[in-house]
């Protein structure tokens, strides 16, 4: 990636182990090339469940030079209560979503066909 990789925090503690997964997902957005210039991600815990586990909300925020991605915010019941598979659900999406807007934008002049 170009230029910015943000990654954040809310309702929990920062951690180096989920961090390095984040940085790690987002190096593999890299393969895309130039296209993403920039990705912001905010993991959220959010309120205990009636069965005294936590949810948690992923938002992915992605720049290309001509669009702008956003994936997750909703917090979805199941798998969520993983941090880690909210994380890997969420970047899925991203990168789908990554793929069908890089895939939509028109080649570039004198492009070979």
Do not use: K
């Not at 895309?32 to 992915?60: K, M, P, Q």
Request: hydrophobic letters at 40%; glycine letters at 8%; a positive charge.
């Amino acid at each position: 990636m170009q230029d910015v990789a943000e990654i954040e925090f809310r309702g929990m503690a920062r951690s180096p182990s989920l961090e390095a997964m984040i940085r790690d997902r987002i190096e593999r957005l890299g393969r895309f090339g130039a296209a993403l210039r920039a990705c912001r991600v905010i993991v959220e815990a959010d309120w205990l469940t009636n069965h005294g586990a936590r949810s948690y909300r992923v938002r992915i925020g992605l720049a290309t030079a001509r669009s702008r991605i956003d994936v997750g915010g909703d917090t979805i019941p199941g798998p969520q209560h993983n941090v880690c598979l909210a994380i890997s659900d969420s970047f899925h999406r991203a990168e789908a979503r990554l793929r069908a807007a890089l895939s939509a934008m028109p080649e570039p002049l004198g492009s070979p066909a």
